[in-house]
Nanobody, 121 residues
């Protein structure tokens, strides 16, 4: 199984910014897509942003223009830049990847361990 290791979150004041990275390691033939999801207390996990192998990103309407996702294919790493953070952005953020371990294997997925982001003054 491919392991996803996320950078550490933390506490940030409203209006501040935070950036994350998530690196995939293990036996990887190809990563088809990487992305970020978040889960606030009492809510379901939901998509924040996703970037497939081709140059096209998918960003949730709620954070469009506020969050930016990017990817370094050579390093199997995805990044999330979060700007102008608001208290409602408080959540656990999870990295996600769709990948194949061999050229003829079916697709699989992995989740990161999650990292807490708290936006509060």
């Amino acid at each position: 199984q491919v392991k996803l290791v996320e950078s550490v979150g933390g506490l940030v004041q409203p209006g501040g910014f935070m950036s994350f990275s998530c690196a995939a390691s293990g036996n990887i033939f190809k990563i088809d897509a990487m992305g970020w999801y978040c889960q606030a207390p009492g809510n379901q996990r939901e998509l924040v942003a996703r970037i497939p192998a081709v140059v096209r990103t998918i960003v949730a309407d709620s954070v469009l223009g506020q969050f930016t996702i990017s990817r370094n294919n050579a390093k199997n790493t995805v990044y999330l830049q979060m700007n102008r953070l608001k208290p409602e952005d408080t959540a656990v953020y999870y990295c996600h990847a769709n990948y194949r371990q061999y050229s003829n294997s079916r697709g699989s997925e992995s989740w990161g361990q999650g990292t807490q982001v708290t936006v509060s003054s």
